[in-house]
């Protein structure tokens, strides 16, 4: 059985249009995001190599890794 929880990181004027926030939820950091009035919440870590998604930019609606550009 998996367990949810919910915590609250940010409220919605936390952010504004273009901004990347990183939060800690529980004991997992996540990368918030607000891009052309969507908001996104992805895990901190670049799936490919590791790097901290709250240093990349957002680039045409995509999260950019900063150390390597992995979308």
Do not use: F
């Not at 949810?4 to 996540?30: C, M, Q, Y």
């Amino acid at each position: 059985m998996v367990q949810v929880d919910w915590h609250r990181v940010a409220a919605l004027d936390d952010l504004e249009e273009g901004d990347i926030k990183t939060v800690l939820a529980g004991r997992n950091v996540l990368v918030l995001t607000l891009h052309e009035g969507r908001y996104g919440a992805l895990d901190n870590r670049c799936p490919h190599e590791n790097a901290p998604l709250g240093e990349g930019y957002i680039d045409r609606g995509w999260l950019i890794c900063p150390l390597h550009q992995y979308e």
